[in-house]
């Protein structure tokens, strides 16, 4: 009999007359599918139509779909994959996304300055669903390139003001109590660029500094109290990497004692990746990427702050009068629409879903509005679950488009009633020469011609 899942005789069939070869299927293919994530296609006929009927949605039925189904030879005609065999299982290892995907990736800014560590990579976010970034698209950062550091030899050491100083092996650290949680990582410098009025292409390049994962490590305050840490009395805890750029800095006590920092193995369901830290990275929720130390060898605990240079001389806000501003660490509420979004193309009027994503480094997210004309009329984007703290959060939002110029604007509050401010009110309070902590609304363009553009509105 042979293996129960041999190919039945009956599913082996003849071609018929206009039979379409692999190689003309995947042209037809390519043409509908390889630009799906650049090319916005109007395509409410399949994608939407089992959605409630809004308004948006409604209006848009009035139109034709570009190619009715008896016209089209993707209908009409079965392709190569119906009637062959396809691949066996995947057994050399690690699964890979489709071909047809290739041109998601991550990316330098073509707007830094390129350094020989290449110390910058940007996520697609434009091209993302959902909240969790895939750990293969996860943004880079890098001060001092990265490793792939071997966990047996990789150790842990916590030292201070403890009882008895104590060094943990990975296999120690992963018999302990684990928790996971979804949390973003945002770079300080995300946006950066914007400060000065670049208005860089894209959602990669203006927001993608900014990725979120499913994290599984210990909680730091389990790691400390182990040690027999001193806790009493005001405390600063540092951490330090185990690359060449000595990352050094003091991580927030109140996120050590509630339990929320970890100390992190896991993402996403597998080990961390080389580019992300591992084997150990710090997570240190609601914080700018700097504070969450990757390749993470040791936490002191100490009575007085650090004053590390990456929190003293870097990471420090310019403020109009010339003074900087320290200690600016919690990301806060902030929010971007992704599609449609800088370099996208609409291909013609009607239905379009805008969508984005929106955070906070204080709390959830409770209220996304969206504005389609630069800010004058505001409409309550769906806010898709799960809603969670400290996490990306996914909006969604009905438009009909009616190929007149757009401005699309996103605008997000968190639950301390913080609301993400304009440009103008970002710039009042800090000028215009910083490069940390943009968190300014984000204005795309919809040209007559469906090109977006990044602008800023003054
Ligand atoms: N050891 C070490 N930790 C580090 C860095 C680094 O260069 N070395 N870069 C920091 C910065 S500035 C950021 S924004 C985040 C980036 O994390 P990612 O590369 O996983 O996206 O890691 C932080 N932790
Ligand atoms: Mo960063």
Known sequence: MGSPIQQQPGQVRKAPENFVDAEGVRTVFAQAQGGRRDFIRNAFAAAVAGTAASSALAQSQQQQPRVTADGDPAILQLPAHSTGLGQPVVTDGYGKPSKYE??????????????????VSFAPLQSLFGIVTPSGLHFERHHQGWWDIDPSKHRLMINGMVKAAKVFTLDELMRLP????????????????????????????????????????????????????????????????????????????????????????????????????????????????????????????????????????????????????????????????????????????????????????????????????????????????????????????????????????SRAMDDTGYVQPSYRQLRAVRGTRSIYHNNAIQSWQVQQSGEVANVQLS
């Open 102 to 119: 290739a041109n998601v990736q991550r990316r330098q800014s073509p707007g830094l300055t390129p350094t020989a560590q290449a110390s």
């Open 178 to 409: 684990s928790v996971s949680r979804f949390h973003f990582i945002e770079c300080g410098a995300n946006t950066g660029m914007e400060w000065g009025n670049v208005a860089v292409p894209t959602a990669q390049y203006t927001h993608g500094m900014l990725s979120c994962s499913e994290f599984t490590g210990v909680p730091l305050i389990t790691l400390l109290e182990m040690a027999g840490a001193d806790l009493k009395g005001e405390r600063f805890v540092l951490a330090e990497g185990a690359d060449g750029s000595s990352m050094t800095r003091t991580i927030p006590m109140s996120l050590i004692r509630s339990g929320e920092v970890l100390v992190a193995y896991g993402q996403n369901g597998e080990m961390l990746r080389p580019e992300q830290g591992y084997p150990l990275r710090l997570v240190v929720p609601g914080v700018q990427g700097v504070s969450w130390v990757k390749y993470l060898r040791r936490i002191e605990l100490g009575d007085q702050p650090y004053g590390t240079k990456d929190e003293t001389v870097h990471y420090v806000d310019l403020m109009p009068d010339g003074q900087h501003r320290q200690y600016t660490s919690i990301q806060e509420c902030k929010s971007v629409v992704t599609t449609p979004s800088g370099g996208q193309m609409l291909l013609d009027k009607g239905f379009y879903n805008i969508t984005g994503l929106a955070w906070s480094g204080r709390g959830k997210v409770k209220r996304v509005d969206v504005s389609v004309d630069g800010g004058r009329n505001w409409r309550t984007a769906r806010l898709e679950s799960p809603v969670l703290s400290k996490c990306l959060t996914r909006f969604n939002i009905d438009w009909a488009w009616d190929g007149t110029p757009a401005v699309i604007q």
